[in-house]
Structures are given as C-alpha cells and as structure tokens.
C-alpha cells in the first residue's frame, strides 16, 4: 500500500468515527499537499497552503508567549470549524467540521490520527530510506522553492522519493521541522505606534 493510501486510510477513518466531519487532508509544514479526503467544494491546494501557513502563525505565537510546542489551531466561524495538528516533524493534518461537530471530541480523535499519521510518514523517511517529499538529489533549490513528487506524473513503478516528472533536473529542499527555530518576520514599514 502506498503511503498516499495507508494515510486516506486514516483521515477516512476520522470522518467516519466522528459525526459532524466533513473532510481533511495531509500536508508537508510548506503546504505541499500529501493525500486528501476534502469535502467538495473546497480546493485542497490551497487549503493545505493556507493551513501551513496558520499552523506557522500558531507557533509564533506560541513561541512569542513562551507556552512551547503548538499542538493545534482552531479557526471556528458560524458554519463549522477548521482544526490543523501538527502531525509529528514533517506534515500537518487538517479537519473540516460543521458547526454541529463536537470539538473537544473531534480534538481526541483527531490527534490520535495525527500521531499515526506521523508513524507512517516517520518510519517510510526511516525504514524504506524513502521521501515522501523529496524530488531528487540533497542539492539545494537556488529558486528556494521545491517541488513535491506527485502520484499523478511521477515515473511507473517509481516511489514517492522520484522525481515529479521523468527526467527532473530539481533537487530536493530539506523541509522544516518542529522545534525549528522561526525566522524573524520582515518588516512592512509600520509600527503600532504611527
């Protein structure tokens, strides 16, 4: 089973074990997209972006309070609810609830996925030597950017660790972990006081 497949898996199993979720996905802390059960409607490209984004804003936040690992952000609004967990050192899981879901269970069940999410993505970068994330060589992007391997053009019988496309010249980019430091905000040209 691919690992794309053993994670459908269990986001699945999430919508299934509690009412009220309409949906998740799995993606690298960048926003690259790793497997998604979205409800439709919603664009799971750019949600898994935005959701690395948050979860990035979360643990600045966090940091700057001195409160330690971020475990999850919520964001409720009066239609449902949107919780991602950062699901060990390399990905993010994101739900989609309605209003009607009952978030402190969604937030036990959901963590629960999280870690297994993470022992599936963890043990495949340990044990079969292979990245999910990685499109070739260690070299470094000179654009800094990345690109993800896909399950949609990557070569037959080729792992997730290939290039995305036949003959990729683009060299794989080491993704940020948790407990990384965050680099400093740029500064805009304002302040608070004018």
Known sequence: MSVEQEVLVEIRR????????????????????VADDTPSGVEPTGLAAL?????????R????????????????????????????NRVLFTVVAAASANVSLLHIEARQVAERVAAIVEVLDVDDGDD??????????PSGGYRP???NNRAPGAGYGAPARAGSDLPRRDLPRRGDPVPPLPRRGWSAAG
Not at 14 to 33: C, H, I, T, Y
């Open 132 to 141: 999910l994330f990685a499109p070739g060589t260690d070299e470094q992007v």
């Open 14 to 33: 999430l919508r299934d074990q509690v009412p009220g979720v309409l949906g998740s996905l799995v993606a690298s802390f960048d926003g690259m997209l």
């Open 149 to 151: 391997a896909s399950t």
């Open 51 to 59: 959701a690395a984004a948050g979860l990035g804003l979360g643990q």
């Open 61 to 88: 936040i966090a940091a700057t309070v001195h409160h330690g690992d971020l475990t999850e952000t919520v964001v409720s609004a009066t239609s449902g609810h949107v919780a991602t967990y950062a699901a060990g």
